[in-house]
């Protein structure tokens, strides 16, 4: 059964870091996944951490659609076992759905790693979503 997990922290505690190390696992053990982050702080389409560990991965702008990315790569003969979502903090709740629908309906697990809230404690929109 697959699931939609949620590791947060706070900024320098090794989420980035984390969402590699999960990536790395997952695929030793033969299993086919992508990497998805937003703002990240080497740029765009890069998931990186503090360690200086990079991986490509696909940019999450506004407007992305985490079912429709999904299910054209499955339409098109593309394998995908397993999500790694970084900055998640920064989806939109409607994109957090997104990836709930995809742990129901397609079995595909998901991984999500983010800040909870803003320096005045107010959740951010992605962890809100997530958290509920």
């Known amino acids: ?4 997990q949620f590791f947060t922290g706070t900024m320098d505690s090794g989420k ?11 695929a030793a053990r033969g299993r086919v996944g ?12 890069v998931l990186s ?15 992305f659609d985490f ?10 003969g593309g394998r995908i076992d397993y999500l790694i979502c970084d900055e998640a903090q920064f989806y939109s709740p409607a994109q957090i759905d997104q990836l709930a629908k995809l ?12 800040i909870l809230t803003d320096f005045r404690r107010t959740l951010f929109p992605g962890s809100g979503r997530l958290v509920e």
């Open 1 to 4: 059964m697959a699931e939609l």
């Open 16 to 26: 980035s870091t984390l969402a590699l190390q999960t990536n790395h696992n997952h």
């Open 34 to 45: 992508r990497i998805f982050t937003s703002h990240d702080r080497a740029g765009q389409a």
């Open 49 to 63: 951490s503090r360690l200086g560990l990079t991986h490509d991965a696909e940019q999450v702008p506004e407007d």
């Open 67 to 76: 079912w429709k990315y999904v299910v054209d790569s499955l339409t098109q």
């Open 103 to 114: 742990v129901d309906e397609l079995q595909i697990d998901v991984f999500a790693f983010g």
